[in-house]
């Protein structure tokens, strides 16, 4: 059905979940005059409601799934694994099972904490998955259950410390947003420094999805970050530079602890399979100084 519309050269009908979030959000700004869009609100349909799922799929007959939803805070993870499972694997099975039925492509997005971060050097698809917490260990199942359901069609997205224009409804923002209120009125503000990564704008990661199902990418697992890589303490430095706050952060080596869930120390990912179809995202430096352009002028 999906082939046959776009030979016909139809506006490809788009079912997006998650729609409000910061991704969704992105997508549907980026997208509406490429893709004809149906975001359900979570009133609708919600990817908990596991029986209604096949069926929205089936009803709506469409040519492309993007899975933008996710049980992604980390430590309630821990103590609400069956929650987290049955959003981050179970219901990506679902899709994954109905997109194959429809011939229809499917999208889901999973995580840097699919590794444990013991190396130095930037993943790749084909390393090994490790996860070392509830979170992670859900969305590699997640991962693979995708890819085994629908080996043709089926694109897994791994990203990184998103951050967008609409407050992540789970975390109640999002990194930059908490670390400017956190600072503004403040001498100093004490940040980890241990774990390191690629914070990727979420309008970023809106615009190379598109651009992959576009090029002439396999079905697959690929990761799509912006580029560079930093930790958090250097992050918000930088946020507070650009934004023109005077605050000063004093670094902190928490040597990972920053809950119940351990976090990979080193989870930089990297994206050459992705600039091998010509889909590029910029540094992390500039989306983050788009960024704070937006929200602070």
Not at 158 to 171: F, P
């Given at each position: 059905m999906a082939v046959a519309r776009a030979l016909a050269g139809v506006t490809p009908r788009v079912l997006l979940l998650g729609g409000s979030g910061q991704l969704g959000t992105e997508l549907q700004r980026y997208a509406s005059a490429r893709w004809d869009i149906a975001a359900p609100d979570r009133e609708k349909l919600d990817v908990s409601d596991l029986a209604r799922l096949a069926a929205s799929v089936a009803e709506l007959q469409p040519d492309l799934v993007v899975n933008a939803t996710a049980f992604h805070v980390v430590d309630f993870c821990e103590t609400h694994f069956s929650e987290a499972l049955a959003t981050n694997a179970v219901a990506v099975s679902i899709l994954a099972k109905a997109c194959e039925r429809l011939g229809a492509r499917f999208v889901t997005i999973s995580t840097d904490y699919a590794f444990d971060g013991m190396t130095r050097f930037p993943y790749k698809e084909t390393d090994p998955a490790k996860p070392i917490q509830c979170y992670g260990i859900s969305k590699v199942a997640g991962e693979f259950?995708?890819?085994?359901?629908?080996?043709?069609?089926?694109?897994?997205?791994?990203?990184?410390?998103?951050?967008?224009?609409?407050?992540?409804?789970?975390?109640?923002?999002?990194?930059?947003?908490?670390?400017?209120?956190?600072?503004?009125?403040?001498?100093?503000?004490?940040?980890?420094?241990?774990?390191?990564?690629?914070?990727?704008?979420?309008?970023?990661?809106?615009?190379?999805?598109?651009?992959?199902?576009?090029?002439?990418?396999?079905a697959g697992l690929y990761h799509l970050t912006n580029e560079g890589s930093c930790d958090w303490a250097s992050f918000t430095t930088e946020i507070f530079r650009l934004a023109g706050l005077p605050t000063r952060v004093v670094r902190v080596d928490r040597g990972g602890v920053y809950g119940p869930a351990q976090r990979p120390p080193f989870s930089v990912l990297d994206c050459s399979k992705a600039r091998a179809h010509t889909v590029n995202l910029g540094s992390w430096q500039e989306a983050l100084a788009a960024y704070i352009r937006s929200v602070c002028h």
């Open positions: 259950t995708a890819l085994a359901a629908h080996p043709a069609g089926a694109y897994v997205v791994r990203t990184c410390g998103l951050y967008g224009h609409a407050e992540s409804r789970q975390k109640s923002g999002n990194f930059v947003l908490n670390r400017l209120r956190d600072g503004t009125g403040r001498a100093e503000l004490e940040v980890g420094c241990d774990l390191v990564c690629t914070p990727t704008a979420a309008a970023d990661l809106a615009v190379a999805i598109v651009d992959l199902l576009g090029s002439d990418a396999p």
